[in-house]
């Protein structure tokens, strides 16, 4: 029954294995040339005493390969799914063949188990070997943007890809169980792929752990003070609070009470500056309408500085790891269900 399996997998698992080592080819080469550029930089800055200052290059380097590559390794599993799972077991269906496989001295569970075993073991090796490459290959560029644990670079780094591979797999052999056509379970492996990828990422992993709150000064600038909240989903360094590598959350300006300044607060808390000069004066040379509205947003900057602040609620990198491997583990308990639901309803259905 191995032997048979391995026969009937042979040319999907020839060409994913070829699909990637082309892909580790191209990443090796175009990796060495960014390793050396960023080496450069960091020798020259060194030397020039810039490095914080100066942007580096390797950030330009291979543009279009640098936007390529998160895509393919998010798209990596659902082809897994459409390829791998849909036709697993839907072209035993449609060919008729079940009615000799599933009759023989060979359990229904057997086959089934040695089916899902050998081609998901195969599945998960290949999603996780693209994923592991393309990870190796943006180290030098996450070394720079320090943004790995991003909404959206935290799927093609780590471990998660892996149980990626795996949920597509058993929702695609799910999806060619019950529908019993290659092709309709190829659209469903794919259509069930991306949903529960965006319940996963937006409603899922934000409850892994409580986010840290932290309190940092009011951002003010030539423009004013903002009071908005602001939703971020990448890596942010709000002033006074480095978050390398985090996930933020949200920032929020918020008074002593942790509520947001109302129009009414402000306009108590400054009246003249609010009622004479809705924003602070140009730039350029002063008069003295000029130094009174200069004077005026001064004070109330002042005045808001000690009663308001920024409030950030952010997930630090410490945690980049244990989120990824909450992640896989949800999605490997995800597709054991579906290899359950699909042993059920094929007994159900021909046992």
């Given amino acids: 029954m191995i032997r048979l399996a391995l026969r009937e997998f042979r040319t999907e698992g020839i060409v994913g294995l070829a699909l990637a080592i082309a892909l580790g080819v191209l990443l090796l080469v175009t ?80 086959w089934l188990a040695v089916k899902l075993g050998i081609v998901g073991l195969a599945a998960m090796m290949i999603g996780g070997l693209v ?117 933020v959350y949200s920032t929020e300006a918020v008074n002593k009470a942790g509520h947001a300044p109302t129009g009414h607060y402000l306009l108590n808390a400054c009246p003249a500056f609010f009622n004479q000069a809705p924003q602070p004066p140009p730039t350029g040379p002063k008069t003295a309408a000029g130094n009174t509205g200069v004077t005026l947003f001064n004070n109330c900057v002042d005045k808001l500085s000690r009663t308001i602040h920024t409030l950030v609620a952010y997930q630090p990198g410490s945690r980049f790891w244990p989120f990824q491997w909450a992640e896989m583990g949800v999605f490997l308990v995800a597709a054991i269900a579906l290899c359950g639901l699909t042993y059920w309803w094929l007994r159900r259905q021909y046992g």
């Avoid at 998010?74 to 060919?95: D, T």
């Avoid at 490459?133 to 943007?145: E, G, K, L, R």
């Avoid at 320090?146 to 149980?163: D, K």
């Avoid at 709150?213 to 480095?242: D, H, K």
């Fill in 131 to 247: 994923a592991w490459m393309v990870d190796w290959w943006m180290s030098p560029i996450d070394a720079v943007n320090m943004n790995r644990f991003g909404l959206s670079s935290f799927g093609y780094h780590g471990v998660a890809p892996i149980g990626y591979a795996a949920f597509a797999f058993a929702l695609g052999a799910t999806a060619g169980a019950l529908l019993r056509r290659t092709v309709p379970a190829m659209g469903a492996t794919l259509a069930g792929f991306v949903g529960m990828r965006l319940a996963v990422t937006y409603w899922i992993r934000p409850n892994f752990a409580l986010p840290v709150y932290e309190s940092v000064p009011l951002p003010i600038n030539e423009g004013g003070v903002s009071f908005s909240p602001v939703a971020t989903t990448e890596a942010f360094n709000p002033p006074g609070v480095t978050v390398p590598n985090g996930w």
């Fill in 31 to 110: 990796r060495i040339h960014i390793v050396n550029v960023n080496d450069a930089f960091q020798t020259a800055c060194r030397r020039a005493h810039s490095c914080s200052s100066t942007p580096n290059p390797v950030l330009t380097v291979d543009n279009p390969l640098q936007h390529a590559l998160p895509l393919i390794a998010m798209v990596a599993p659902a082809l897994i799914g459409i390829f791998y799972g849909a036709p697993l077991i839907a072209r035993e269906v449609e060919s008729g063949l079940f009615r000799l496989s599933w009759t023989q001295s060979v359990t229904l569970r057997r």
